[in-house]
């Protein structure tokens, strides 16, 4: 199971609070905004999208982590642009593939296309690209973007396999000096888009991103296989997914179980853990842990985003905020 492997995940805890988890009108509706954000990515930036090519997932971390599930095996080697962030390093490593780092030209502070062509090797599978660069900032002009493409292309062609590219576009839309990103499935077709609503857009609450994938991406079909396989924490909420989904119960209980149900043991470890948390704090908590050979690791905590009609529950209801 995804949640079982080892992997790094992101929860907004409140298991137990069905209001923190019903306020938000977008978090109730998630799972039936694909057709939606395929409408308004083909307005703003002219690629024809179906909903079937929009992967909902719980913001941009989550998308990336999905992604990387279902593309990557062990030995195969992904391509970043330095400065590149750490994260992009451990999201490759724990899958058992490998990172290789575009160094900088040093005249221009942009992408040095000569390292970026030895480096394409066979064992290429990924290009990974942050607009803006994080933690740079830096936008690439459309030229950089053009000759990236170009160079994925002669390696595809050179080494018989497609060479995917994802555009993590978390930050896209915040102001950078009037810059303007390049739509990166404009330059090469092969490409995925990663968004998210709580920082492109400043939307509190829970995080609500999504996977684009390019219609003419080779491969495209596997990578969905891939990356909709989404388990739950709770039973509720696993059931609730189903019915959003209509999936029926016996085919969630076989192939979408949640973690309350395949990992009874660790649920109640974690909930008992969340709940500490939330008394020590005193606020609802934005955790994320990882379960390895059934055992649950805690990475870090942080007090959890929250609509403004959630804040007001909270305020008059909750007794972790006095009035």
Not at 118 to 131: F, G, Q
Not at 295 to 315: E, I, V
Request: proline share 5%; charged share 25%; glycine share 6%.
């Amino acid at each position: 199971m995804p949640y079982a492997s080892g992997r790094f995940h992101r929860a907004q805890i409140a298991l137990g609070r069905e209001e923190e988890m019903l306020v938000s009108q977008f978090t109730k509706e998630r799972f039936g905004t694909a057709s939606a954000v395929a409408a308004s990515l083909e307005c703003r930036f002219g690629t024809s999208y179906a909903a079937s090519d929009i992967v909902m997932a719980a913001g941009a971390d989550s998308g990336i982590n999905a992604f990387m599930d279902a593309v990557l095996k062990p030995e195969d080697e992904v391509i970043a642009f330095a400065p590149c962030g750490q994260t992009y390093r451990a999201i490759v490593e724990d899958r058992g593939a490998r990172l290789v780092e575009v160094p900088l030209d040093e005249e221009t502070m942009l992408p040095d296309f000569v390292a970026l062509e030895c480096m394409l090797t066979p064992r290429t599978k990924l290009a990974i690209v942050s607009m803006p660069n994080d933690p740079s900032a830096m936008a690439y002009p459309e030229a950089i973007a053009d000759g990236i493409a170009g160079a994925l292309f002669r390696a595809q062609r050179a080494f018989g396999h497609s060479i995917m590219l994802l555009s993590d576009e978390a930050h896209s839309d915040m102001a950078n000096d009037e810059a303007q990103n390049p739509w990166w499935p404009a330059f090469y077709r092969n490409s995925a888009v990663v968004r998210t609503s709580d920082v492109s857009a400043s939307v509190a609450g829970e995080s609500v991103g999504y996977v684009a994938l390019t219609p003419e991406m080779a491969g495209r079909g596997d990578v969905v296989a891939g990356i909709r396989t989404p388990q739950q924490i709770t039973i509720e909420g696993s059931k609730r997914w189903a019915v959003a989904q209509k999936v029926s119960e016996e085919e969630r209980k076989a192939k979408f179980p949640s973690l309350e149900e395949v990992m009874p043991e660790v649920y109640k470890e974690l909930d008992e853990i969340q709940h500490h948390l939330e008394q020590y704090f005193k606020d609802m908590q934005d955790i994320e842990f990882t379960i390895q050979d059934g055992k649950l690791w805690m990475l870090q905590c942080r007090n959890g985003k929250r609509t403004g009609a959630a804040m007001h529950y909270t305020l008059i209801y909750d007794s972790f905020l006095p009035l």
